[in-house]
């Protein structure tokens, strides 16, 4: 597979209504229908003024095909280790009958009305949705393209269309053994009408979705010559490495930078309102250049804040009302006569995302063009947010998008490029924004603080009876997509919170935005879900605790209208070998999830010493994610969500104090070591139902799996993030 760069100058944020012609609904309907190899209306975007090769074929947004028999997706999507550069080109490859190798790739430019996301409404790759975005309308253009193939060679030889089948990039016509390559089709299928209906493929009929596919960028990632926005180079860039004020609101009071411009290679010190760059020939000067800043700082209105305040705003906001996120039955009801009440307060931590591949942004600034090179989730966003900063329409704004070390959500922001628009304004040519692994740790949109007051009651027999959670903390979707905040109310917060798999009566969630000032909060890996679930998992543990239940069975007894809920914890219980004996001080502990459009359960064994050190020894996941499109990208996904979710779990932690973030390397801010990395274990479900999401369900799950395991392994039920080792050591 070859990727490559395609630069456009078109326009930016548009709504999804105008931008792919398939409403929300529309499309969730016929995704659903989909999977029965049922005839679909096509309603696809189609480019429209782009200059492509008289002989080309451009059925729609996604697919070009040339005399020269290059098939060329426009991946609307971006590549950051999940596996998308190989299990989207196989909904295009299976449907369009050619083979995997056959297709080649480009990043699809910064245009909204050709690739938003219909499940997003924008243009970007997150919440786990590039498979479940993909799954119809990706299909949909192989499947038109097929079609019109087909019927350009059926007319070429005079015969009836049915009489045809396209296979291994080629139109057949059995009856008289005749055949054409798609090449020498191109200019014929582009004369060809739209087809208004498309036939997709039955399941029973697919050839390479649920195969265990070769990762296609692998062999470009080995051998060095992927292109990740890091390693952009552009003729005469020059290397930035930045100092941000180290307190959010913060300004400079003044920069004393005489030691700074004697260090050999640096040509430039550029000075903005509230950070301060340097500009050098290379990455290590620039870096010497930045130590010998003498920077005083005005630290402005935040100068006091500190984590402890952050939770105990949180934790009074809590005791008022919030916005009702799902009410079934009478809680408050059902709770006054339940035989047994189980409170309890809950908390995680603020996160950063200190992604693998440092934050970074080239920006060529001309008189009246900007010229942009990033790996970014959200590349529209970028081109919208830069022009704005630099005085110029949209289309004025070229954005390549390249491969990304990490995403984990960080790079759904523009700020990084906002950031280097407005150096690079200030010098001549093209310059390199690097930050430091300091000030990306210092200066990230962190994963938001929460905090859950929650309760239930249990009736005689130990069935829960009454459910209440409020929780408090940031809505990132109301900054970044705010008409998705309605009613004091988003999906993101809440999902994970509600529409629970369990049979719960009376079930009553509130949510109450509260926005910490001086702490810019942003998506991360699991979004919701990464807090929403340890809080309702580790609570459910806490019922069963209370009704002398085994975990496993209390919920299996909760889960009869719940089939596909039921049958992955079955599983999980079953291949970790849940009832088997186990040492002193090690415990299995459990969860179960359906977030994503995914269903999981995960059981951790896990091993606490004396020491209290904890270590996760072994992971066993069960999951029905729908059909699965790559088991093999599957597993891997589940493996590195699960490595994620541990480092939070043990370690993830951002603290403040006077306004500073305290962490700032790998020091402070430790990540899961290999030698500490557990066993992985992942059995997939066969499944017709269509895909969910698989980038951020493991990392969801395994957090409550291992403090259940803490708990069974030493009696001590953990509700604040991360595992406090301490507490630990202090129990016999």
Request: glycine share 8%; hydrophobic share 45%; proline share 6%.
């Amino acid at each position: 597979m070859i990727i490559d760069n395609h630069v456009s100058r078109a326009a930016g944020l548009r709504e999804l209504s105008s931008a792919s012609g398939l409403s929300r609904r529309g499309f969730l309907q016929a995704g659903a229908a989909a999977g029965g190899g049922l005839m679909l209306s096509l309603s696809l975007p189609f480019r429209n003024g782009e200059a492509e090769a008289a002989d080309a074929f451009v059925p729609n947004a996604f697919i070009r095909i040339g005399s020269d028999e290059q098939i060329v997706l426009t991946m609307p999507y971006v590549e950051m280790g999940q596996g998308t550069y190989t299990s989207i080109p196989m909904l295009i490859a299976e449907e369009l009958e050619v083979d995997l190798k056959q297709v080649r790739l480009e990043h699809a430019p910064p245009n909204e009305k050709l690739y938003a996301n219909p499940l997003l409404g924008v243009q970007a790759t997150g919440n786990s949705n590039a498979i479940r975005g993909a799954w119809q309308p990706l299909r949909q253009a192989g499947g038109a393209a097929k079609t019109m193939l087909v019927a350009a060679a059926a007319k070429k030889w005079n015969v009836d269309p049915a009489s045809c089948h396209a296979q291994s990039g080629e139109v057949l016509h059995p009856p008289t053994g005749r055949r054409l390559k798609y090449g020498a089709l191109a200019a014929d299928a582009a004369r060809m009408p739209i087809p208004e209906n498309v036939v997709l493929k039955r399941p029973e009929n697919f050839r390479l979705i649920g195969t265990p596919a070769k990762r296609l960028d692998t062999p470009a990632k080995v051998n060095g010559t992927a292109v990740y926005g890091i390693d952009v180079r552009p003729p005469g860039v020059k290397i930035a490495t930045v100092a941000q004020s180290p307190v959010v609101g913060g300004r400079i009071r003044n920069v004393d930078d005489t030691a700074a411009k004697a260090v050999k290679g640096v040509s430039q010190i550029v000075r903005l309102d509230n950070a301060v760059a340097v500009v050098a020939d290379h990455m290590g000067a620039a870096k010497k250049g930045l130590a010998a800043l003498k920077i005083e700082w005005d630290d402005g209105p935040h100068a006091k804040l500190n984590t402890e305040e952050i939770a105990r705003e949180l934790d009074q906001a809590t005791l008022r009302s919030g916005a009702v996120a799902q009410n079934i039955g009478d809680a408050d009801t059902a709770m006054a006569s339940a035989a047994t009440k189980v409170e309890a307060l809950y908390q995680v931590p603020l996160l950063a995302h200190a992604t693998m591949e440092p934050m970074n942004c080239t920006v060529h600034m001309r008189k009246d063009e900007c010229e942009i090179w990033i790996g970014s989730q959200a590349a529209s966003r970028v081109q919208a947010m830069a022009a704005k900063v630099a005085g110029l329409p949209p289309e004025k704004v070229i954005v390549h998008n390249h491969l990304i070390g990490g995403g984990f959500g960080r790079r759904l922001e523009a700020d990084g490029a906002v950031r280097a628009v407005q150096i690079a304004q200030q010098v001549e040519g093209p310059v390199k924004v690097v930050w430091t692994r300091e000030e990306d740790i210092q200066h990230d949109m962190y994963r938001p603080y929460w905090f859950d007051r929650i309760s239930a009651g249990l009736d005689d027999k130990g069935r829960p009876v009454a459910w209440n959670n409020r929780f408090a903390g940031s809505s990132v979707i109301a900054r970044w997509l705010p008409p998705g905040f309605k009613d004091g109310l988003d999906p993101d917060s809440t999902e994970g919170a509600i529409d629970l798999v369990y049979d719960l009566p009376n079930f009553h969630v509130e949510y109450v935005r509260l926005e910490s000032p001086g702490i810019p909060t942003a998506f991360w890996r699991s979004v919701g879900p990464s807090h929403n679930v340890f809080v309702t998992e580790s609570f459910i543990d806490e019922l069963a605790a209370a009704a002398k239940q085994d975990p496993v069975a209390f919920r299996l007894g909760l889960l009869d209208k719940a089939p596909r809920a039921k049958a992955v914890l079955a599983l999980a219980a079953e291949k970790a070998g849940w009832e088997q004996r186990l040492p002193q001080r090690v415990g299995r502990g459990v969860s179960l999830q359906s977030v994503f459009a995914t269903y999981m359960a995960q059981v951790a064994e896990v091993e606490v010493g004396k020491d209290g050190a904890v270590r996760v020894r072994r992971v066993v996941c069960a999951v029905d994610c729908g059909i699965p499109v790559n088991p093999d990208t599957i597993q891997a996904q589940i493996q590195s969500a699960i490595m994620f979710g541990i480092t939070a779990a043990l370690y993830g932690n951002i603290t403040v104090k006077n306004g500073r973030v305290e962490q700032s390397n790998f020091d402070t801010y430790q990540i899961l070591r290999m030698n500490e990395a557990p066993a992985v274990e992942v059995h997939i479900v066969q499944s017709r139902e269509s895909p969910g999401g698989m980038g951020e369900a493991g990392t969801s799950a395994i957090v409550p799996a291992v403090t259940n395991a803490i708990f069974a392994a030493t009696g001590k039920r953990l509700r604040k993030m991360p595992v406090d080792t301490t507490a630990l050591k202090q129990l016999p």
